[in-house]
C-alpha cells in the first residue's frame, strides 16, 4: 500500500533506553499514552466509580512510572466511555491539573477524533480545562482508508474550532 502506515508489533523502552534517547536529542520529549482503543483485546474505558480516588490514584500511579522513566507528558487517548463527559472531563482535567501544578508533566496532549461520543467527552474537556492542553495529537489512522485529503483538512478544522472555541469563550469572561 503506497502512502500508508502500518501498526505493528509496539516497540517498548526501558527507563534507559528513554534517557539515552533523550540525552542524545535535547528536543525530544516523551509522552505516557493513557487510554488507546484497547487492552487485552478488549475495549478500554475510563468508568471511574468516584472522582476523588480515581484522580488519587491515577495521579500516584503515573506519578510514579512517568518519575521513573524521566517521561514529559501525557497523551490522553480515552477512544471508548463508560461514564458520562463530566465525570470524564473533571477526572482527566483534575489530573492534567495536578500533574502539572507538580511539575511532575510539562506537557498534556488529547487525542479526539470524529466520533460523536468521543466528541462530546472531549469538548467538555476542553470546555473546563482547555488552557492544560497543550497539544492535539490528531488521529490521523482513526479514519477509513479512502478519506480524502479535504476530509482530514475538514476534520482536523473542526478539532482545531474546538480550541479557538474554548479561547473565544475566555476572551469573554474578560470583556
Not at 488507546?36 to 466509580?49: F, H, I
Not at 512517568?66 to 489530573?95: K, M, T, W
Not at 462530546?120 to 485529503?149: C, E, M, P, R
Amino acid at each position: 500500500m503506497e502512502n500508508s502506515m502500518s501498526f505493528g508489533t509496539p516497540i517498548t523502552f526501558s527507563p534507559s533506553q528513554v534517557s539515552s534517547i533523550k540525552n542524545q536529542h535535547s528536543n525530544v520529549k516523551v509522552a505516557l499514552n493513557l487510554g488507546g482503543d484497547s487492552v487485552n483485546s478488549g475495549s478500554a474505558y475510563l468508568k471511574p466509580s468516584s472522582i476523588d480516588p480515581w484522580v488519587s490514584n491515577a495521579v500516584s500511579s503515573l506519578t510514579s512510572i512517568i518519575q521513573q522513566y524521566n517521561l514529559d507528558g501525557i497523551d490522553i487517548d480515552y477512544e471508548h466511555f463508560r461514564a458520562d463527559s463530566i465525570p470524564f472531563s473533571v477526572c482527566i482535567g483534575r489530573l492534567i491539573t495536578t500533574l502539572k501544578n507538580t511539575r511532575v508533566i510539562s506537557f498534556a496532549s488529547i487525542a479526539p477524533f470524529d466520533d460523536d461520543q468521543v466528541q462530546s467527552h472531549y469538548l467538555a474537556l476542553w470546555k473546563s480545562y482547555g488552557h492544560l492542553i497543550d497539544y492535539v495529537n490528531f488521529q490521523f489512522y482513526a479514519y477509513d482508508q479512502g478519506t480524502t485529503v479535504a476530509e482530514f483538512i475538514d476534520y482536523f478544522k473542526t478539532q482545531s474550532s474546538n480550541k479557538l472555541q474554548w479561547w473565544e469563550d475566555l476572551g469573554k469572561l474578560y470583556q
